[in-house]
Structure formats: C-alpha cells, structure tokens
C-alpha cells in the first residue's frame, strides 16, 4: 500500500517560501559566516606543540558540527517554504 500527498504551493496556506523563511535561513547561514570568520585564524595558525595542535584541531572540528548543524536547520527551513512531498509506503 502507498499513499503520496503532494502538497502543491499552489494551494492558498502555501505559496512559496515566504519571507520569514528566507530571512531565517539568511540567519543560520550569515552565521556560519561568522564561524568560518572565526575559525580562519586558528586554520591558519596550525602548528607548534602537539598539545596545542590538537587543541586547534578540535576547535576546527567543533566548528564543522556547528557550521554542519546550522546547514542542516537552514535546509529544513527552506524546505519547509516551499512545496513538500509526503510518501508512506508499507
């Protein structure tokens, strides 16, 4: 059994990714501007002790997971501003 509902944005409650939408997902992505921005130095920087490298290695990557988070929420987000497929099957 399969049941597809296709949720056209041309229905009335839907038109199209409005501008809440648009302006949230230029939030979460000026943000991870700015963390790019700051990571830049400590990218740079990568050198002397092993002590200190692996410290610069793990804020580069707690940087990644939050630029990574940031992506993801911005994708749901405009997704949700526009047409949506649903599909159950079993």
């Known amino acids: 059994m399969k049941l597809?509902?296709?949720l056209d944005p041309a229905i009335p409650l839907r038109t199209g990714m409005d501008d809440d939408h648009r302006d949230l997902v230029a939030r979460l992505c000026t943000e991870v501007g700015i963390i790019m921005e700051d990571m830049s130095p400590v990218a740079l920087m990568i050198g002397g002790r092993d002590t200190e490298l692996r410290e610069r290695l793990d804020q580069l990557d707690r940087a990644i997971g939050e630029m990574?988070?940031?992506i993801a929420a911005a994708?749901?987000?405009a997704t949700q501003g526009g047409p949506?497929?649903?599909s159950?099957?079993?």
Do not use: G, K, N
Request: charged share 25%; net charge neutral.
């Open 68 to 70: 990574t988070a940031l």
């Open 88 to 90: 159950l099957t079993s």
């Open 75 to 77: 994708r749901v987000v």
């Open 84 to 86: 949506r497929e649903f």
């Open 4 to 6: 597809v509902m296709d």
